[in-house]
């Protein structure tokens, strides 16, 4: 603990504070204005004052110098959430014709810091952009999805330079490699909608591999909701889902084998609702439906009672007399 003690002191005794640098003598720092009856006054730190008061004055003159490029990197490793920052930043990107190469590494090596701040991703984007260059894109993504394989920012960086660079081919393979390290990565079943809502779209050969493909991993785990989401997402691109081939018959088949899945239940009531609609049904298909929402509401998911039981109560109303029992 000495020794930590001792390192903090010489890293505090190392730093020169703005006001002391013989080269921002010219400089009057500006001062943060919180009014006159300030509630709370947040309690920075001198660095951080020191540094901000600074930045401010630079901000008011418009400076466009190397210090004052210098003075934003200190700025935002002290907040890197600080919009105004990243923004003066660019502004002097572009006026001192910076590399933007060296840039990007920089922000690189700040996102696997702050890999959940807004700001950062965006000053990224906007490098992308500049440079109309996004080779190391995919790879930086999965890097921080490495770290956190739901991260947003991440996946909507992604996506972005799918969709601007035309990256798409591959993305599958990698989507593929996600669910296999963890099938419960609801992110990763996004993606998969979104690449193939924006390729090959949800044609009949499509869906058909995509419905085996998620009973696959419905199979291995039947109380993950993503792949029941992604399965009911992928047929509701269709006018009628309940006449899937097989389908009806891969959830019965597993409800006889006593899998009493919520997600598997209400993916059954959404069938018997589909085909209710239809008007090619009978009297079973909405006893059938009921019985499940009364499984549901008393057994496997009574901490969403009412909803099945208004939900029943709905079904009825629109399909037929009230049910007893």
Same mark, same amino acid.
């Given at each position: 603990?000495?020794?930590?003690?001792?390192?903090?002191?010489?890293?505090? $005794?190392?730093?020169?504070?703005?006001?002391?640098?013989?080269?921002?003598?010219?400089?009057?720092?500006?001062?943060?204005?919180?009014?006159?009856?300030?509630?709370?006054?947040?309690?920075?730190?001198?660095?951080?004052?020191?540094?901000?008061?600074?930045?401010?004055?630079?901000?008011?003159?418009?400076? @466009? /110098?190397?210090?004052?490029?210098?003075?934003?990197?200190?700025?935002?490793?002290?907040?890197?959430?600080?919009?105004?920052?990243?923004?003066?930043?660019?502004?002097?990107?572009?006026?001192?014709?910076?590399?933007?190469?060296? $840039?990007?590494?920089?922000?690189?090596?700040?996102?696997?810091?702050?890999?959940?701040?807004?700001?950062?991703?965006?000053?990224?984007?906007?490098?992308?952009?500049?440079?109309?260059?996004?080779?190391?894109?995919?790879?930086?993504?999965?890097?921080?999805?490495?770290?956190?394989?739901?991260?947003?920012?991440?996946?909507?960086?992604?996506?972005?330079?799918?969709?601007?660079?035309?990256?798409?081919?591959?993305?599958?393979?990698?989507?593929?490699?996600?669910?296999?390290?963890?099938?419960?990565?609801?992110?990763?079943?996004?993606?998969?909608?979104?690449?193939? /809502?924006?390729?090959?779209?949800?044609?009949?050969?499509?869906?058909?591999?995509?419905?085996?493909?998620?009973?696959?991993?419905?199979?291995?785990?039947?109380?993950? #909701?993503?792949?029941?989401?992604?399965?009911?997402?992928?047929?509701?691109?269709?006018?009628? @889902?309940?006449?899937?081939?097989?389908? #009806? #018959?891969?959830?019965?088949?597993?409800?006889?084998?006593?899998?009493? /899945?919520?997600?598997?239940?209400?993916?059954?009531?959404?069938?018997?609702?589909?085909?209710?609609? /239809?008007? #090619?049904?009978?009297?079973?298909?909405?006893?059938?439906?009921?019985?499940?929402?009364?499984?549901?509401?008393?057994?496997?998911?009574?901490?969403?009672?009412?909803?099945?039981?208004?939900?029943?109560?709905?079904?009825?109303?629109?399909?037929?007399?009230?049910?007893?029992?």
């Amino acid at each position: 603990m000495a020794a930590d003690d001792d390192v903090e002191s010489s890293s505090e $005794e190392i730093y020169v504070f703005f006001k002391d640098r013989p080269e921002w003598k010219d400089v009057v720092p500006v001062q943060q204005d919180d009014g006159p009856h300030a509630v709370v006054r947040i309690a920075y730190s001198e660095r951080f004052q020191d540094v901000y008061d600074y930045f401010r004055a630079v901000l008011k003159s418009n400076e @466009m /110098s190397e210090r004052a490029f210098e003075l934003t990197t200190e700025a935002t490793e002290l907040n890197p959430a600080n919009y105004t920052v990243w923004h003066y930043r660019r502004e002097l990107l572009k006026a001192l014709n910076k590399d933007l190469a060296a $840039e990007l590494e920089y922000i690189s090596e700040v996102i696997q810091d702050h890999p959940k701040n807004y700001q950062v991703w965006h000053h990224r984007r906007v490098l992308v952009e500049w440079m109309n260059n996004a080779d190391k894109e995919l790879d930086f993504t999965s890097l921080i999805l490495r770290l956190d394989a739901k991260n947003y920012h991440a996946w909507s960086h992604r996506q972005w330079v799918i969709q601007t660079f035309n990256f798409w081919d591959g993305e599958l393979e990698f989507v593929d490699n996600l669910l296999d390290e963890d099938l419960r990565n609801n992110s990763a079943w996004n993606q998969r909608y979104f690449v193939i /809502s924006n390729t090959t779209e949800f044609d009949d050969a499509t869906l058909a591999h995509e419905v085996t493909y998620t009973k696959g991993f419905i199979q291995k785990a039947p109380n993950n #909701e993503s792949s029941w989401n992604y399965l009911k997402g992928i047929l509701s691109t269709k006018d009628k @889902m309940y006449d899937f081939p097989g389908l #009806e #018959e891969f959830c019965q088949m597993m409800y006889n084998k006593n899998i009493k /899945s919520p997600y598997l239940l209400a993916f059954m009531i959404d069938l018997c609702e589909d085909k209710l609609e /239809s008007a #090619e049904s009978d009297a079973a298909t909405l006893t059938k439906a009921t019985e499940l929402c009364n499984l549901l509401a008393e057994t496997i998911d009574p901490i969403r009672r009412k909803y099945w039981n208004y939900f029943k109560r709905k079904l009825t109303m629109r399909f037929g007399q009230e049910q007893t029992g």
